[in-house]
Protein backbone atom coordinates (compact mmCIF):
# COMPACT_ATOMS: atom_id res chain seq x y z
CA UNK A 1 0.00 0.00 0.00
CA UNK A 2 1.27 3.86 -0.77
CA UNK A 3 0.95 6.06 2.22
CA UNK A 4 0.78 9.29 1.53
CA UNK A 5 2.12 11.89 4.25
CA UNK A 6 0.19 15.62 3.71
CA UNK A 7 2.21 18.59 5.37
CA UNK A 8 1.70 20.68 7.40
CA UNK A 9 -1.18 19.60 9.59
CA UNK A 10 -2.55 22.84 9.51
CA UNK A 11 -1.66 25.92 7.87
CA UNK A 12 -2.98 29.27 9.17
CA UNK A 13 -2.92 31.98 6.84
CA UNK A 14 -5.12 34.90 5.55
CA UNK A 15 -7.11 36.12 2.44
CA UNK A 16 -5.05 36.79 -0.66
CA UNK A 17 -1.99 34.92 0.92
CA UNK A 18 0.09 32.00 -1.51
CA UNK A 19 -0.59 28.59 0.04
CA UNK A 20 1.70 25.29 -0.17
CA UNK A 21 0.52 22.11 0.12
CA UNK A 22 2.94 19.21 0.59
CA UNK A 23 2.11 15.74 -0.09
CA UNK A 24 4.81 12.46 -0.26
CA UNK A 25 4.14 9.12 -0.86
CA UNK A 26 6.11 6.01 0.23
CA UNK A 27 6.56 4.99 -3.01
CA UNK A 28 6.66 6.46 -6.82
CA UNK A 29 2.99 7.05 -7.78
CA UNK A 30 2.76 5.63 -11.24
CA UNK A 31 1.80 7.73 -14.26
CA UNK A 32 1.54 10.60 -12.03
CA UNK A 33 -2.12 8.98 -11.01
CA UNK A 34 -2.13 11.91 -8.39
CA UNK A 35 -5.38 13.99 -7.06
CA UNK A 36 -6.20 16.97 -4.80
CA UNK A 37 -9.39 17.05 -2.91
CA UNK A 38 -11.05 19.73 -1.06
CA UNK A 39 -13.36 19.22 1.40
CA UNK A 40 -15.43 21.85 3.29
CA UNK A 41 -17.52 20.87 6.80
CA UNK A 42 -20.75 18.79 6.32
CA UNK A 43 -20.02 18.25 2.75
CA UNK A 44 -18.08 15.79 0.26
CA UNK A 45 -14.91 16.30 -1.29
CA UNK A 46 -14.89 18.06 -4.11
CA UNK A 47 -12.24 16.93 -6.73
CA UNK A 48 -9.80 19.56 -7.65
CA UNK A 49 -6.51 18.28 -9.51
CA UNK A 50 -6.26 14.67 -11.19
CA UNK A 51 -2.76 13.53 -13.07
CA UNK A 52 -1.15 15.92 -10.61
CA UNK A 53 -1.04 18.83 -12.31
CA UNK A 54 -4.75 19.32 -14.32
CA UNK A 55 -7.48 21.46 -12.91
CA UNK A 56 -10.62 19.63 -13.08
CA UNK A 57 -13.67 21.01 -14.47
CA UNK A 58 -14.57 24.38 -13.16
CA UNK A 59 -11.63 24.78 -10.78
CA UNK A 60 -10.44 28.06 -10.48
CA UNK A 61 -6.83 28.74 -12.29
CA UNK A 62 -5.56 29.87 -8.61
CA UNK A 63 -5.78 26.37 -7.77
CA UNK A 64 -2.25 24.14 -9.59
CA UNK A 65 -0.47 21.34 -9.09
CA UNK A 66 2.72 20.02 -9.87
CA UNK A 67 5.35 17.51 -8.96
CA UNK A 68 6.09 13.77 -10.11
CA UNK A 69 7.10 10.38 -8.62
CA UNK A 70 7.09 10.70 -4.80
CA UNK A 71 6.86 14.66 -3.78
CA UNK A 72 4.01 16.67 -5.10
CA UNK A 73 2.61 20.12 -4.24
CA UNK A 74 -0.96 22.22 -4.30
CA UNK A 75 -0.45 25.92 -4.70
CA UNK A 76 -3.52 28.10 -4.00
CA UNK A 77 -2.22 31.24 -5.52
CA UNK A 78 -3.98 33.90 -3.56
CA UNK A 79 -6.49 32.44 -1.18
CA UNK A 80 -10.27 33.57 -1.37
CA UNK A 81 -12.80 33.26 1.59
CA UNK A 82 -13.88 29.80 0.37
CA UNK A 83 -10.72 28.11 -0.27
CA UNK A 84 -10.25 27.95 3.32
CA UNK A 85 -11.01 24.06 4.18
CA UNK A 86 -9.41 20.70 4.40
CA UNK A 87 -7.06 19.45 1.14
CA UNK A 88 -6.60 15.81 0.86
CA UNK A 89 -3.81 14.34 -1.53
CA UNK A 90 -4.93 10.61 -3.00
CA UNK A 91 -2.97 8.20 -5.16
CA UNK A 92 -5.57 6.60 -7.37
CA UNK A 93 -3.94 3.36 -9.02
CA UNK A 94 -5.04 -0.16 -8.19
CA UNK A 95 -5.34 0.46 -4.33
CA UNK A 96 -6.19 3.76 -3.77
CA UNK A 97 -5.28 5.56 -0.56
CA UNK A 98 -5.57 9.05 0.74
CA UNK A 99 -3.53 11.64 2.70
CA UNK A 100 -4.21 12.27 6.06
CA UNK A 101 -5.17 16.02 5.01
CA UNK A 102 -4.02 19.76 5.28
CA UNK A 103 -5.99 21.82 6.60
CA UNK A 104 -5.73 25.45 5.96
CA UNK A 105 -7.35 28.00 8.08
CA UNK A 106 -8.01 31.43 8.82
CA UNK A 107 -5.14 33.30 10.55
CA UNK B 1 -26.60 17.28 -14.80
CA UNK B 2 -24.08 14.53 -13.59
CA UNK B 3 -24.64 13.47 -10.27
CA UNK B 4 -24.80 10.61 -7.84
CA UNK B 5 -27.61 10.59 -5.19
CA UNK B 6 -27.11 7.78 -1.79
CA UNK B 7 -30.13 6.81 1.09
CA UNK B 8 -30.73 7.76 4.03
CA UNK B 9 -28.68 7.97 7.14
CA UNK B 10 -28.77 4.74 9.07
CA UNK B 11 -28.37 3.39 12.71
CA UNK B 12 -27.47 -0.66 13.35
CA UNK B 13 -26.57 -2.38 16.12
CA UNK B 14 -23.29 -3.82 16.20
CA UNK B 15 -22.64 -6.89 14.33
CA UNK B 16 -25.83 -6.34 12.05
CA UNK B 17 -25.55 -5.40 8.28
CA UNK B 18 -26.17 -2.20 6.18
CA UNK B 19 -26.63 -1.90 2.36
CA UNK B 20 -26.29 2.05 0.92
CA UNK B 21 -27.81 2.84 -2.48
CA UNK B 22 -25.84 5.28 -4.73
CA UNK B 23 -28.10 6.03 -7.89
CA UNK B 24 -26.53 7.90 -10.32
CA UNK B 25 -27.98 9.75 -13.43
CA UNK B 26 -26.73 12.13 -15.96
CA UNK B 27 -23.99 9.82 -17.96
CA UNK B 28 -23.83 6.10 -18.97
CA UNK B 29 -23.51 4.13 -15.98
CA UNK B 30 -21.76 1.29 -17.11
CA UNK B 31 -19.12 3.71 -18.97
CA UNK B 32 -17.85 3.96 -15.19
CA UNK B 33 -17.15 2.55 -11.85
CA UNK B 34 -18.12 3.56 -9.00
CA UNK B 35 -15.85 3.37 -5.39
CA UNK B 36 -16.97 3.65 -1.93
CA UNK B 37 -15.00 6.03 0.84
CA UNK B 38 -16.03 6.54 4.59
CA UNK B 39 -15.22 8.69 7.15
CA UNK B 40 -15.25 8.18 10.53
CA UNK B 41 -15.90 11.73 12.55
CA UNK B 42 -13.56 13.96 12.28
CA UNK B 43 -11.19 11.37 10.63
CA UNK B 44 -9.39 11.61 7.07
CA UNK B 45 -11.02 9.65 4.08
CA UNK B 46 -10.40 5.69 3.18
CA UNK B 47 -10.95 4.03 0.24
CA UNK B 48 -12.93 1.03 0.33
CA UNK B 49 -13.38 -0.31 -2.49
CA UNK B 50 -14.82 0.01 -6.68
CA UNK B 51 -16.47 -2.17 -8.83
CA UNK B 52 -17.16 -1.54 -12.52
CA UNK B 53 -20.45 -0.89 -13.34
CA UNK B 54 -19.73 -2.81 -17.19
CA UNK B 55 -19.15 -6.08 -15.90
CA UNK B 56 -19.30 -5.96 -11.92
CA UNK B 57 -15.69 -6.66 -11.51
CA UNK B 58 -14.61 -5.64 -7.74
CA UNK B 59 -11.42 -4.79 -5.88
CA UNK B 60 -11.94 -4.23 -2.41
CA UNK B 61 -9.71 -2.97 0.30
CA UNK B 62 -7.86 -5.60 2.08
CA UNK B 63 -9.36 -4.83 5.79
CA UNK B 64 -12.50 -5.14 4.61
CA UNK B 65 -12.44 -7.85 2.09
CA UNK B 66 -14.57 -10.81 3.71
CA UNK B 67 -16.87 -8.20 5.19
CA UNK B 68 -18.07 -5.60 2.55
CA UNK B 69 -19.75 -6.85 -1.03
CA UNK B 70 -20.28 -4.30 -4.01
CA UNK B 71 -22.91 -4.79 -6.73
CA UNK B 72 -24.79 -2.60 -9.40
CA UNK B 73 -28.55 -2.78 -11.06
CA UNK B 74 -27.74 -1.22 -14.36
CA UNK B 75 -31.42 -1.33 -14.87
CA UNK B 76 -31.33 1.36 -12.44
CA UNK B 77 -28.48 2.81 -12.66
CA UNK B 78 -27.75 1.87 -8.81
CA UNK B 79 -24.61 0.82 -6.97
CA UNK B 80 -25.03 -0.48 -3.28
CA UNK B 81 -22.70 -1.26 -0.75
CA UNK B 82 -23.15 -3.74 1.82
CA UNK B 83 -20.65 -3.98 4.36
CA UNK B 84 -21.71 -7.21 7.62
CA UNK B 85 -20.80 -7.63 11.21
CA UNK B 86 -20.54 -3.90 12.07
CA UNK B 87 -18.64 -2.89 15.01
CA UNK B 88 -18.56 0.52 16.36
CA UNK B 89 -16.00 1.55 14.42
CA UNK B 90 -17.61 1.31 10.91
CA UNK B 91 -19.80 4.45 12.32
CA UNK B 92 -18.73 6.81 9.38
CA UNK B 93 -20.27 9.13 6.37
CA UNK B 94 -19.96 6.70 3.30
CA UNK B 95 -19.52 8.20 0.07
CA UNK B 96 -20.24 6.91 -3.41
CA UNK B 97 -17.89 8.40 -6.25
CA UNK B 98 -17.23 7.97 -10.07
CA UNK B 99 -14.47 5.95 -10.65
CA UNK B 100 -13.07 4.85 -13.83
CA UNK B 101 -13.95 1.52 -15.81
CA UNK B 102 -11.01 -0.24 -14.98
CA UNK B 103 -10.54 1.93 -11.82
CA UNK B 104 -7.28 4.26 -11.50
CA UNK B 105 -9.16 7.14 -11.92
CA UNK B 106 -9.61 10.46 -9.94
CA UNK B 107 -13.04 10.51 -8.26
CA UNK B 108 -15.20 13.28 -9.83
CA UNK B 109 -18.30 13.26 -9.13
CA UNK B 110 -19.21 12.51 -4.99
CA UNK B 111 -22.49 11.40 -3.78
CA UNK B 112 -24.05 13.51 -0.62
CA UNK B 113 -22.80 10.73 1.84
CA UNK B 114 -24.56 8.33 3.53
CA UNK B 115 -24.17 8.65 7.83
CA UNK B 116 -24.19 5.05 9.21
CA UNK B 117 -24.08 4.74 13.38
CA UNK B 118 -23.47 1.42 14.92
CA UNK B 119 -24.59 1.87 18.27
CA UNK B 120 -25.95 -1.14 20.87
Known amino acids: EIVLTQSPGTLSLSPGERATLSCRASQSVSSSYLAWYQQKPGQAPRLLIY???SRATGIPDRFSGSGSGTDFTLTISRLEPEDFAVYYCQQYGSSPTFGQGTKVEIK | QVQLVQSGAEVKKPGASVKVSCKAS????????ISWVRQAPGQGLEWMGW????????NYAQKLQGRVTMTTDTSTSTAYMELRSLRSDDTAVYYC?????????????WGQGTMVTVSS
Open chain 1, 51 to 53: GAS
Open chain 2, 26 to 33: GYTFTSYG
Open chain 2, 51 to 58: ISAYNGNT
Open chain 2, 97 to 109: ARDGLFGSHAFDI
